[in-house]
């Protein structure tokens, strides 16, 4: 995302506008905010996973055995 922000929300928009739903895991999500607060978080990059998280339509955490399973609705992102 970092190297290519342009492409991925131009596809992102390109899916959204055929009704398909944007997911991510749990642990990307968690990722992606953590780099936020890390060493080499930039103004930029904040903005980036920002616009980024609110065309997420769910993300999805682990069950027990081990499939993702929609866990939070968008208003939580």
């Known amino acids: 995302m970092r190297k290519r922000p342009a ?4 596809r992102l928009t390109n899916e959204v506008e055929q009704g398909n739903r944007i997911v991510i895991s749990a642990i990307t999500y968690a990722e992606m905010r953590y780099v936020q607060i ?4 930039s103004a930029k990059h904040k903005v980036l996973v920002d616009e980024f998280v609110e065309r997420v339509d769910a993300v999805l955490s682990w069950d027990q055995s081990g499939d993702l399973q929609p866990s939070c609705p968008h208003s939580c992102v």
């Not at 492409?7 to 131009?10: G, I």
């Open 7 to 10: 492409s991925v929300l131009q």
């Open 38 to 41: 890390g060493k080499k978080a």
